[in-house]
């Protein structure tokens, strides 16, 4: 096994945090407990933000501190800015977030794991190193 973090993108932390699809969990309990398991702000704030109470805020705002965290420089966003226009200029139309995310994925050579087609079609003109885990229903 190699020591290669892995940025979970917010479309696998929902399930897991919520607790459907054992698949998540299986994923995901193993890269904590190694600290293999990396995150960044924009993922933090989107899964903050759907939180039910404050004490629910308090505690995923511990838990995810916790976490390893991939840095937003100025470089990252230059690179975010190149990944969204190629994206466009080959016709392919990506959520902000989602290109912000690929290219923190791509910056720091990390894995990124998801449950989003966006980042599919992302990897389909990059080097993203990506897996796809979709719940067992799709």
Known sequence: MTNDLILADTSVWIPFLRGSGVQFQERLVPLIMADRL??????????????????????????????????????????ACTLGYTLRQKGISVPLTDT????????NNALLLH?????????????????YLKPETQ
């Open 100 to 107: 912000l995310i690929a290219a923190v994925a791509l910056e």
């Open 38 to 79: 990396a995150t960044t702000t924009v993922i933090i704030m989107e899964i903050l933000i759907g939180a039910k109470s404050e004490k629910e805020y308090d505690k995923l705002s511990k838990d995810l501190a916790a976490l390893r965290s991939f840095d937003l420089s100025a470089k990252l966003w230059q690179s």
């Open 115 to 131: 449950n989003d087609r966006h980042y599919e079609m992302i990897a389909s003109i990059t080097a993203l190193k990506h897996e």
